[in-house]
């Protein structure tokens, strides 16, 4: 099956620092979307009980279930989705680590490697997209870095090929490890049929994540320099994988409070780094969200901050589309193009500390900071040239020698 086959679904997927508001902000989302008539889901890998603290519904469980008209919610268990689909490969993984002597139940323990229950539950995404019954997907990611890589897993395997150079061959590989000399079991028929399906699977769902028609990823950060500079990152890696980034969501500001001077600097300090945060995210739409009176939760809560984002806009759209940060390899260098919020040619100030990159630019109303991530290849090459070409900067980055 291609994509082309069931296009108008959205998948929009929130990711951030923890604790920013992916989970509110997702059921909020989905809250408007339904609203506006699409058939919704909203889904959640994280820890059980996440979607029901904040929908304050204590049963939602691992099937769908319809909470408003056009709105279902579920809370994927990776677990379950991984036993119930993948036992054969994981029972024959877990053979080749008890074949070694290692007791049994360590060897699942070690058979479920770090980034499993991730894939797993994006698998869990393919099959809800298979099925065809929903217009619209919002993904609650778990906090994590590492959660964009596993968005990107599936090209990866896809990329190793059919042959049995695949998951069970690397698992096999790893076993090695461990003691080189021993033979390893032969994976059986059924292991080898599952590791195909699971391959076709892995392809299919790498072609949903990267098409901009259907799949959008979110950033939702907080007005503080940590969790702007990870949600930066994430942009920048989003962008390195070839997954759409269409808006950015600031939460939590508080709002402007003049009687009381602690308050009234921390709505201050939270101002510079909206700005900062604006900045960063160039050219990317940003919404900016107020910190309510009490803990955001509950369906009325939640309606009414879906109310705060969208408005009257329909939260299906695709609010960006495009290339803010470009990469192309060269021979023993690497030309990074990343769009900038200025264009003044002799105003900026750059300068690279470890794995990211600081521009400086003077303005009238002081500095604003523009801090750019750099991809892992840049380790070990050195900053060569960098130059302003209307709103994108060029840097050239070329290997030590
Ligand atoms: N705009 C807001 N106003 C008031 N409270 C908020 C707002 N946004 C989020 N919260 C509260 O902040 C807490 C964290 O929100 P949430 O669980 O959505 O974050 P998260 O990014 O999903 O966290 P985690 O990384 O742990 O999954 C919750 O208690 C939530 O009610
Ligand atoms: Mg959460």
Redesign the pocket.
């Known amino acids: 099956m291609t994509i082309t086959t069931y296009i108008k679904l959205r998948l929009i997927i929130y990711t951030?620092k923890?604790?920013?508001?992916?989970?509110?902000?997702s059921c909020s989302t989905a809250i408007k979307l339904a609203e506006h008539k699409r058939k919704t889901l909203v889904i959640s890998s994280?820890p059980a009980h996440?979607l029901g603290d904040?929908f304050m519904m204590p049963n939602i469980g691992y099937e769908p279930q319809e909470i408003l008209p056009n709105l279902q919610v579920l809370q994927i268990d990776p677990v379950t989705e991984m036993s119930k689909q993948y036992d054969t490969i994981l029972s024959y993984m877990a053979s080749i680590f008890s074949a070694k002597g290692i007791d049994e139940t360590l060897a699942y323990e070690i058979a479920m490697l770090p980034g499993m229950t991730q894939l797993f539950s994006l698998l869990k995404i393919e099959e809800l997209v298979r099925i065809k019954t929903f217009d619209a997907i919002v993904i609650?990611m778990?906090?994590s870095g590492e959660a964009l890589r596993y968005l990107y897993f599936p090209k990866l395997v896809g990329s190793i090929g059919r042959k049995l150079t695949g998951l069970v061959g690397m698992f096999s590989g790893v076993a090695r490890m461990f003691q080189p000399l021993s033979k390893i079991p032969a994976p059986s028929k059924g292991v080898l049929e599952s590791e195909y399906e699971l391959l076709d699977r892995l392809e299919y769902l790498s072609e949903i994540i990267r098409n901009s028609d259907m799949t959008s990823i979110r950033l939702?950060t907080n007005p503080d320099t940590f969790s702007i500079e990870n949600a930066k990152r994430a942009f920048m890696s989003a962008s390195l994988y070839g997954i759409n980034v269409d808006l950015a969501i600031i939460?939590?500001i508080m709002p402007h409070e003049t009687s009381n001077q602690y308050y009234a600097n921390w709505a201050e300090f939270q101002k510079t780094k909206v700005e900062e945060a604006r900045a960063n995210f160039y050219p990317l739409p940003v919404k900016e969200?107020?910190?309510?009176r009490t803990?955001?939760?509950g369906l009325e809560m939640l309606t009414a901050?879906g109310e705060l984002i969208f408005g009257n806009e329909d939260p299906a759209k695709i609010y960006y589309r495009g290339k803010p940060f470009n990469f192309a390899n060269e021979e023993n260098s690497l030309r990074m193009t990343v769009k900038v919020p200025f264009t003044e040619k002799d105003d900026f100030d750059l300068e690279r500390y470890g794995d990211q990159l600081t521009i400086k630019v003077k303005n009238p109303v002081g500095y604003v900071v523009n801090i750019v991530p750099l991809p892992s290849a840049t380790i070990g090459m050195k900053l060569a040239k960098a130059k302003l070409n209307g709103d994108e900067l060029n840097v050239l980055f070329e290997k030590n020698v």
């Open positions: 951030g923890g604790g920013t508001g992916k989970t509110v902000t994280d996440t904040a609650d778990p906090a939702v939460n939590k969200i107020l910190l309510h803990e955001l939760r901050n």
